[in-house]
């Protein structure tokens, strides 16, 4: 009986990559039964017609348009949870994971009975070509902050953030029914939750240049690995979002710091004056850098933007005027120090902001 193997293939403007990649796979339909799940984050292109075109003569091919729901861990959860192969290989779709690599993997998987196989591009035997050299050297630097935060018992992994991986469907579908689909790797956050506990060992990978398209890395995903590692170093006790919005939080205290202090600097006007404009100021600067990364899958546009300013800035009108308030009281009748007064004012802002913005203003 041939061994099942589910293929998980996230996709977001992927239409001259995606049908030879699933061609590749099928090839190899003689030595395996294959499924190969493409799950499309609303592409903007053909991805999807394609795919589902092809789908229609190859039965072994199945589509999963979303709307609405967004990200590259998302996208990597629903496949594999709704994956019926007893043998799950997730990988990307712009054509840099070579097949062969991963069929490699799933031979090593079966054969040496592991619960996960990851192909690292960073082995001796490894081969890289679609990566620039800053590009690599970020990759090992993210890597080296990886390890800190991880088990002892993947202490040796080399490439903690690799996009191509196979795993025993029985050994890990627990673990991966509590991802953080937020997380900035699929990979990173299930060796986070495994805590250890799974039988691993890497796979060379032969990573190809992207011949089609655009990388999707951005100033999101730099961001989302920051928040993955504090996550996992803070015992994943706090949740995510939570993390995102202080640090955000963080930006806002130097933005109503340097305001306040530089038309203090440049004008007449008294701190009590001045300190309206600088909290509203840095209210209006956590609204736009939240709306950019910590709450992006939900992110507002045009129209939506200004109203959800508007709303971020009402729900916030409490805890303004309390900061105002409060640190106006703490600088007249406690200390007057312009910079502890502020800081007393700011802590009272947070959780009121995060909780209630969190539902009004992204509705999550």
Not at 43 to 50: E, F, R
Not at 67 to 88: M, P, Q, T, V
Not at 250 to 266: I, P, R
Not at 304 to 327: D, E, H, M
Request: net charge positive; proline share 2%; with cysteine.
């Amino acid at each position: 009986m041939q061994n099942y193997i589910s293929f998980i293939l996230p996709t977001h403007n992927e239409e001259k990559n995606i049908i030879p990649i699933i061609k590749k796979i099928l090839n190899f339909t003689n030595k395996y039964q294959i499924e190969i799940i493409v799950i499309d984050d609303n592409s903007n292109d053909k991805t999807d017609l394609l795919v589902r075109k092809f789908s229609r003569k190859n039965y072994q091919v199945r589509l999963i348009s979303r709307f609405g729901r967004y990200g590259l861990s998302s996208a990597i959860k629903e496949g594999c949870l709704n994956a019926s192969g007893d043998f799950i290989a997730v990988m990307d779709s712009d054509g840099q994971h070579e097949v062969k690599s991963v069929f490699d993997s799933i031979e090593i998987l079966i054969k040496e009975k592991k619960d996960l196989v990851l192909n690292s591009r960073f082995l001796d035997e490894s081969s890289i070509f679609g990566l620039s050299k800053s590009r690599e050297n970020s990759s090992n630097f993210a890597n080296k902050i990886a390890r800190l935060t991880l088990s002892n018992n993947y202490k040796f992994v080399t490439d903690y953030l690799s996009g191509c991986f196979v795993f025993k469907r029985n050994k890990c579908i627990e673990y991966i029914k509590v991802i953080d689909v937020n997380g900035f790797k699929f990979l990173y956050e299930l060796l986070s939750i495994s805590n250890g506990k799974l039988d691993i060992v890497e796979s060379p990978l032969t990573f190809q240049p992207r011949k089609f398209g655009s990388s999707k890395l951005d100033i999101a995903v730099i961001w989302d690995f920051n928040i993955s590692v504090i996550h996992s170093l803070l015992r994943r006790l706090v949740p995510r979002k939570a993390i995102s919005f202080g640090l955000v939080g963080l930006t806002g205290v130097f933005v109503q710091l340097f305001v306040l202090y530089f038309l203090m600097w440049t004008t007449n006007f008294s701190f009590i004056k001045i300190l309206p404009l600088a909290v509203i100021t840095a209210a209006t600067s956590n609204f736009l850098i939240n709306n950019l990364l910590t709450f992006r899958n939900k992110r507002l546009k045009g129209r939506a933007l200004l109203i959800g300013l508007l709303k971020f800035l009402l729900v916030s009108s409490l805890p303004v005027l309390a900061n105002v308030g409060l640190t106006s009281t703490f600088y007249f009748y406690i200390f007057s120090n312009t910079f502890i007064s502020q800081l007393a004012g700011i802590v009272i802002v947070f959780i009121w902001n995060y909780a209630a913005s969190s539902r009004l203003v992204w509705n999550n």
